[in-house]
């Protein structure tokens, strides 16, 4: 059997995944907790409802579904809330992520694609960003992931674990046949809040700092399109399954665009205006994270195809008159 065991798939990006693999022919097992996910976004393969802090439930599935491989989303990701609450991530995404790993060698289970971010980074001072640029996270949520990529290391040694870690970028967009899309609550993303700005659903979009060092004074990041990014785990997965080990890619475009330029953006996506006001910096946030490495596209063969601005606006603003996700 071709089972994936899927953790985090009732989120944004791991329902994306969902989809993908399904599609390739993959049985992909939603294993999710609901914290910040929907029940109604698991639509391409089971669900087990289970909290990665509890061993029991993460045997169980592995006994029931006996899965060939993992792919690891299942993670909170707010930035401004790890800020808040450290130990939360660190409960949450180091402890889950431990149980998880300890789970997959107790069955046997070697193979493991996983989301890691390029929060791991930090701010460096507009320099671009490769897999070995040193990493100093800035906050808890970076900080997590990055204690994570020390247990990959240290268990594809004593366990022969192998892993592809993918250092995301900013994510945005939505499946194009809105089936699925970005949807938390409270929503905190730029491009989400910006979609729900210009709908009218919250008066304005408060920009978090216009001081940084940057052209306009806002932060700058790198946005990929949510099916490119999917689309690179299942090269990932294949990659593990040809046997080549274990490998970090950075999945970013190279390109950056600052908040105001996305919100600039914004009209071509969607038609409309942001309605827009400025604020102080967000505790945690780094100036600009751009990706400069090409090694994904060139051994994994990646093309971030739907990464424009304008497509990863439309889609999401497609998904986002479907009205989301609800139970
Ligand atoms: N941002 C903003 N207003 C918002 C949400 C985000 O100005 O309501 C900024 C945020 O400070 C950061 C960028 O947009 O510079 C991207 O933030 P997001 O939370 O989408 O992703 P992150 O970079 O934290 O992973």
């Not at 690891?72 to 450290?86: I, K, N, Y």
């Not at 939360?88 to 070697?110: D, P």
């Not at 593990?240 to 953006?265: D, K, M, P, Y």
């Amino acid at each position: 059997m071709n089972t994936i065991l899927v953790t985090g798939g009732a989120g944004y990006i791991g329902s994306h995944a969902c989809k993908l693999l399904a599609r390739a022919g993959y049985v992909p097992v939603t294993f999710d907790n609901l914290s910040t996910g929907w029940a109604s976004a698991v639509k391409f393969g089971p669900f087990v409802q289970g909290d990665l802090l509890d061993k029991a439930a993460l045997a169980a599935a592995f006994a029931e579904f006996r899965p060939i491989a993992v792919m690891h989303f299942g993670a909170l990701s707010q930035v401004g809330e790890a800020t808040r609450d450290p130990g939360l991530y660190w409960r949450n995404n180091v402890c889950g992520s431990l149980n998880l790993i300890e789970a997959m060698a107790e069955a046997g289970c070697a193979d493991m694609v996983f989301s890691s971010t390029c929060a791991t980074y930090g701010d460096q001072d507009g320099v671009i960003l490769n897999e070995d640029s040193p990493q100093y996270p800035l906050n808890a949520y970076g900080a997590s992931k990055l204690a994570v990529e020390a247990m990959l290391r240290d268990f594809g040694k004593s366990h022969g674990l192998n892993s592809v870690i993918f250092r995301y970028f900013n994510v945005a967009g939505a499946d194009p046949e809105a089936e699925i899309g970005e949807w938390h609550q409270p929503e905190t993303h730029l491009i989400p809040v910006m979609i729900e700005a210009a709908a009218g659903k919250r008066p304005a979009l408060i920009i978090h700092g216009t001081d940084y060092p940057t052209d306009d004074g806002t932060c700058v990041r790198d946005y990929v399109h949510v099916m490119d990014l999917v689309d690179a785990h299942l090269k990932g997965l294949e990659w593990l399954r040809a046997g080549h080990g274990s490998r970090v890619f950075n999945l970013g475009t190279g390109v950056g665009f600052s908040v105001a330029e996305v919100i600039r953006q914004c009209r071509a996506g969607t038609g409309r205006k942001v309605p827009h006001e400025f604020g102080p910096r967000r505790e945690g946030d780094a100036a600009a994270l751009v990706s400069g490495s090409t090694r994904a596209n060139d051994e994994l063969g990646w093309r971030a195809e739907r990464s424009s601005l304008k497509l990863m606006i439309e889609d999401a603003w497609r998904w986002y008159q479907t009205g989301g996700f609800s139970g």
